[in-house]
């Protein structure tokens, strides 16, 4: 459709940022824009308590995409959100995290606005804050890591082990998004790039969730500690000293319990 058309008549799409997974981490924003919602367009790692909070009746469509599992090809999901316009006040486009991290949001603003629809992207919590504050552990610290990094694990035809040729670890707290099924090259690379197999790792499962797991280990362990306890996606992978901060102050956390803790 030619962007040149009026758009008066055809409804808004809101693409909306549903915070790391636990619901209270849900902004104020999403929140409002939810319940006001005619049709709702949800990804595959979108808790099923914050679609709880969509109005009764409204219509829920998944398009979730898992690593080598895809219910919709991007394209489509592109034109099932145009579509929706010609029929729908406020159409929501629900992802996972914050939209504008590894979220495809770009691909959709761009199709959406070339067909001379109004759409808005609304910041969430990316799951890296949201892991960070689960594990009450900051992602920088001047005397651990003083940068972030933030990589993808694969990217469009693969994994992305691009990325991780020539990277010093030193000094940064390297964030990974889906690196889980990619976690052997990404170790073999850092280790090519004269990384010290002794570099602190952690993965977690199911971040900011009752279900959380949390592992830690480091270049050289982490792969068989992550085979051993079966870690399953979704994970977020932390690389840096702040790993190694992480693990004192859950000492010091559990050293405080045992002190308060009943006789």
């Known amino acids: 459709m030619?962007?040149?058309?009026?758009?008066?008549k055809r409804g808004k799409v809101f693409l909306v940022g549903a915070g790391p997974g636990d619901p209270e981490l849900l902004t104020i924003k999403a929140l409002k824009i939810l319940r006001k919602?005619?049709?709702?367009?949800?990804?595959?790692?979108?808790?099923?308590?914050?679609?709880?909070?969509?109005?009764k009746r409204i219509q829920m469509v998944y398009v979730g995409k898992r690593l080598?599992?895809?219910?919709?090809?991007?394209?489509?999901?592109?034109?099932?959100?145009?579509?929706?316009?010609?029929?729908?006040?406020?159409?929501?486009?629900?992802?996972?995290?914050?939209?504008?991290?590894?979220?495809?949001?770009?691909?959709?603003v761009l199709s959406l606005l070339r067909d001379g629809i109004q759409c808005e992207i609304v910041a969430g919590i990316t799951t890296a804050s949201g892991v960070a504050a689960s594990l009450g552990s900051p992602l920088t610290h001047r005397d651990y890591a003083r940068e972030i990094l933030f990589l993808s694990g694969h990217k469009k035809d693969g994994v992305n082990s691009?990325?991780?040729?020539?990277?010093?670890?030193?000094?940064?707290?390297?964030?990974?998004?889906?690196?889980?099924?990619?976690?052997?090259?990404?170790?073999?690379?850092?280790?090519?790039?004269?990384?010290?197999?002794?570099?602190?790792?952690?993965?977690?499962?199911?971040?900011?969730?009752?279900?959380?797991?949390?592992?830690?280990?480091?270049?050289?362990?982490?792969?068989?500690?992550?085979?051993?306890?079966?870690?399953?996606?979704?994970?977020?992978?932390?690389i840096g000293e702040i790993v190694r901060f992480y693990e004192e102050i859950k000492s010091l956390k559990n050293g405080c319990a045992s002190i308060l803790s009943p006789i």
């Open 2 to 8: 030619n962007a040149s058309i009026t758009t008066e």
């Open 37 to 55: 919602a005619d049709i709702v367009f949800y990804d595959d790692l979108v808790s099923p308590r914050i679609l709880g909070v969509c109005r």
């Open 68 to 108: 080598g599992i895809h219910s919709c090809l991007q394209d489509e999901i592109n034109q099932k959100l145009i579509q929706a316009t010609q029929e729908h006040h406020t159409v929501v486009r629900l992802k996972g995290g914050d939209p504008s991290i590894f979220g495809r949001v770009g691909e959709e």
């Open 162 to 238: 691009d990325s991780f040729q020539n990277l010093n670890c030193i000094g940064k707290t390297i964030i990974i998004y889906m690196g889980l099924n990619s976690l052997g090259p990404i170790v073999s690379e850092l280790i090519n790039s004269g990384n010290s197999k002794d570099t602190k790792m952690a993965v977690i499962q199911n971040a900011t969730l009752e279900s959380e797991r949390v592992f830690t280990g480091n270049l050289e362990t982490i792969e068989s500690i992550v085979e051993e306890n079966k870690v399953k996606s979704p994970a977020i992978i932390v």
